[in-house]
Nanobody, 129 residues
């Protein structure tokens, strides 16, 4: 049984940093895609970042709204994906979900929630001004 457990959310001030972690169990997903989505209150869930194996290394993609501020990484040995979030602003306030697809998704599908098979429970991130 696959399980994704998130940690690291919280309250931070404008310009601060947080790191989210998502530990996977039940499968390794070495050939799959691991990603992060977020959902502000009353709004749709949107893509934040994803990492997937691509030839000799890991390919990382970001939404325009977080590129340059957020960084996704994964630790294969720990079967964990991280999201380092820097220079946070109130617009980043949301519940953040990690998601895993068993296969390597193509770039055009990275932002499609239905293409991910497994989801974490969500972690609240609140940025105060």
């Amino acid at each position: 049984q696959v399980q994704l457990v998130e940690s690291g959310g919280g309250l931070v001030q404008l310009g601060g940093s947080l790191r989210l972690s998502c530990a996977a169990s039940g499968s390794t997903f070495n050939d799959g895609t691991m990603g992060w989505f977020r959902q502000p209150t009353g709004k749709e869930r949107t893509f934040v970042a994803a990492v997937r194996w691509s030839g000799g290394g890991y390919d990382k993609r970001y939404s325009d709204s977080v590129r340059g501020r957020f960084s996704i990484s994964r630790d294969v040995a720990k079967n964990t994906v991280y999201l380092q979030m820097n220079n946070l602003n109130p617009e980043d306030t949301a519940i953040y979900y990690c998601a895993v697809a068993s296969k390597r998704l193509i770039v055009s599908r990275l932002g499609v929630p239905n293409d991910y098979s497994y989801w974490g429970q969500g972690a609240q991130v609140t940025v105060s001004s």
